[in-house]
């Protein structure tokens, strides 16, 4: 086994559906090892079961005689305060034969899943991933037992959902939104029309298309018009961008990797164009990139 999840199915679900929630959640699963900086390779075993079993493990292990939606059980622990990728040389003990670190079980319910997936109006596949991320932060050492400890653990699996492109805005939700912003485009001297939709980190979505100027260097691309746009307000804080035009892909040009590297060095960034979709970081677009995080902060504009 090489994955990040070893999962057991034990709901009845397609084989078809099976290997699809199978690669969406072991996406998951690395976007919230990769948020939490374990390098190092590390799994769950993950069973997917109905309300009946979930009751019994519940009324077995913690005196709970009804239905959860997910539990959890960690192989090890760190002392109060820290996490697991602060325990590294903890981690490490839990290497097993498959070369892994084992991190604990996860139980999930599916008939808990598709009544909260109902409840809250998004997609099964965003509940099962948020219940799988959760489940894996408690299984790294996270918790919610107060108001500080739930928001510390709320923005890590928010941080981690938008990694994997599965936070409250999907990825088809974004692109949709980049194109209505296209439609707006004023381009009468390329005719190439583009839009943006910039994701905030809190889940706000700013629009943005190119304006065009007779004087060119006037011209404002799309992702900056949403940058702007989203910064005027107050946002600094992005997890995703993206950008739309009808028949080429739209990658962003350099000024807008640029300004774009200024608040979200670690942003994804989406490009769709047609039927066509593609996806990038921005440091992969823009390596080695000259901005705060690279600690500008720290000599310009100092005497």
């Known amino acids: 086994m090489t994955g990040y999840l070893d999962m057991t199915w034990d709901a009845p679900i397609s084989k078809e559906t099976e290997a699809r929630f199978q690669a969406l959640l072991e996406k998951t699963a690395l976007a919230c090892l990769t948020a939490e900086g374990i390098e190092i390779p590390a799994y769950a075993q993950v069973r997917v079961t109905g309300d009946e079993e979930i009751q019994e493990i519940n009324r077995e292990y ?8 997910v539990l959890s059980f960690p192989s090890t622990d760190c002392r109060p305060g820290r996490t697991l990728g602060q325990c590294p040389k903890k981690l490490m003990r839990e290497r097993d034969e498959t070369g892994r670190c084992f991190l604990g079980d996860i139980i999930i319910s599916l008939p808990h899943a598709r009544a909260q997936a109902r409840e809250y109006g998004h997609p099964l596949e965003r509940e099962m991933c948020y219940l799988t991320a959760h489940a894996l932060f408690h299984l790294m050492g996270y918790d919610h037992m107060n108001d500080a400890d739930k928001e510390r653990m709320r923005a890590m699996e928010e941080k981690a959902l938008n990694r994997a492109g599965i936070g409250r805005v999907t990825d088809d939700e974004l692109v949709a939104f980049a194109k209505e912003a296209m439609q707006f485009s004023y381009s009468p001297y390329s005719h190439y029309k583009v839009g943006a939709a910039l994701l905030t980190k809190s889940g706000k979505v700013f629009k943005g298309c190119n304006i065009e100027n007779a004087s060119y260097g006037a011209t404002n691309c799309a992702e900056r018009t949403a940058l702007f746009k989203a910064v005027s307000e107050g946002e600094r804080e992005f997890a995703a961008i993206a950008i739309a035009a009808e028949k080429s892909a739209p990658w962003p040009c350099g000024l807008c990797r640029q300004a774009l590297n200024e608040f979200a060095p670690d942003l994804r960034v989406i490009v769709a164009w047609g039927d066509n979709r ?7 677009l823009l390596p080695h990139g000259f901005g705060p995080a690279s600690g500008t902060l720290d000599y310009l504009g100092k005497e």
């Not at 913690?62 to 939606?69: E, K, V």
């Not at 593609?278 to 992969?284: F, I």
């Open 62 to 69: 913690r005196g709970i005689d009804r239905a959860t939606d």
């Open 278 to 284: 593609d996806e990038a970081t921005l440091p992969e």
